[in-house]
Structures are given as C-alpha cells and as structure tokens.
C-alpha cells in the first residue's frame, strides 16, 4: 500500500510540477520563486508525514504538532485586540481537537491513517491547482481569499476519484470509500477554514516561519489534524 501511495504522490507531484511551470512563464522572478519553494518544502512535508507513519511514529509527530500548535495560538492571541475569554474558547477547542487527533494517530490502524492523510493531501493539492488555473468565482473571500469553487470542485472530484486507487488495501466496499473520502475532503476543508478564519480575527498573516513557504504548523497541519479527529469520531 505504501508504495503504491508513493508512486501516485510522486505522479501528482510531477503534475504539480507542471502546472507550476506553466504559472511560472509570466510570473515575475520572486513569484516563481516562492511557488517552488513552496512545491519543495510541502514535498519534504508530505514526506516526513508519510515515513512517520510507515515506521509508526505518527503518535510522536502528532503530538509535537499539537505542542506547535498551542505556542502559535498563543503567539497568534499576542497580535489580537479580541477579549481575553475569546483566546480561552479557541484555546479550548483547539485543545479538544488536538485531544481527538491524538486518539486518532494512536487507535487507528496505520493503513486507515495513511488512507486519510492521502485524501487531504490530495484535496489540497489540486483544489490550490485547480484554484489557480480555472478559479473565478471566491468560495470565502473574507475568510479565505484565495479558495474558490472551482479549486473546491477540482479538489474534491479529484481526491474522491484517487480514493478508488485503495479501497483494495482498506476494509470498505468502493461505496464507503467514495463517501469516506468525500468526508475527509469536507472536513480537510473545515479544518482549513477555521485556521484561517482564527488568523483573521488576530489579523495576522501567518502563524509562524518555522516552515518555509507556508504559514506554519498550524496552517500546514489544520486540515489533517481535523480530518483526522473528525474521522476518530465517525468511524472509531
């Protein structure tokens, strides 16, 4: 299975490549440069993820991403005017977020983890791709400027149909791994929404620096860390 997943990860990535090149053509010097940087780093990203799961240390990773996540909350509430309860009620979710993402990386079975985090990753990828070269029509724009439906739309139909790669590796008839994966896509999304919808009340570009071209662990981690809660929930 996990080569398998590795092999059309690599494929996707090959087309994200592509699509990059082709953005790129007009693009001014510096603009280009961020798009590879930020193709790079989320490769090493994927990566690290993945091999996390292969040798079963998701457990470890999970919970120094939720540490992570605590200290950019904390450095995100340092920018916001907003009363100090409103910081505790975030703190509080996010807590129980983390809390249930935690129990997710240690009750389910790695084939399913590894399952979940190819469906975001994949939602991600090519709703970003299919944003900017069909994107018109702003899903959020006061939450999220740059989704649109079209990267929705694009993301979703392609995360859904690559789902049907591992229903063979996963206990789920082709029926339950379409709705699985169109779960996980709705809550990757949820999760995102609300990480950039937090940002915005602390008007605050990104929560952190500590991953090049991304706006931190929380924004890199938001969508799998809530997919995967969401999904120890459902289907536990």
Known sequence: MYLFIANILLLFFGIGALVTLYLNKDSQADRAKARWLKLGVYFLVLSLVF???????????????????????????????????????ILFIYLIILLAFV?????????????VYFIVVTFDGFSQLSGQLLGKRKLIPKISPNKTFEGLIGGLI????????LFHYIPFSIGLTVWTAALICIFALIGDLLASWYKRRCQIKDYSRLIPGHGGILDRFDSFMFSGAMYWLVYL
């Not at 919970?63 to 907003?82: L, N, P, T, W």
């Not at 129990?103 to 399952?115: A, D, S």
């Not at 392609?158 to 790669?165: E, H, R």
């Open 158 to 165: 392609l995360a859904v149909s690559a789902s049907l790669f």
């Open 103 to 115: 129990k997710f990386c240690y009750q389910i079975p790695t084939e399913r983890i590894c399952f």
């Open 51 to 89: 091999s996390s799961i292969y040798f079963e240390q998701i457990k470890l990773l999970a919970i120094c991403i939720g540490i992570v996540g605590i200290y950019e909350i904390f450095k995100a509430q340092s920018f916001s005017k907003r009363p100090v309860f409103f910081f505790y009620f």
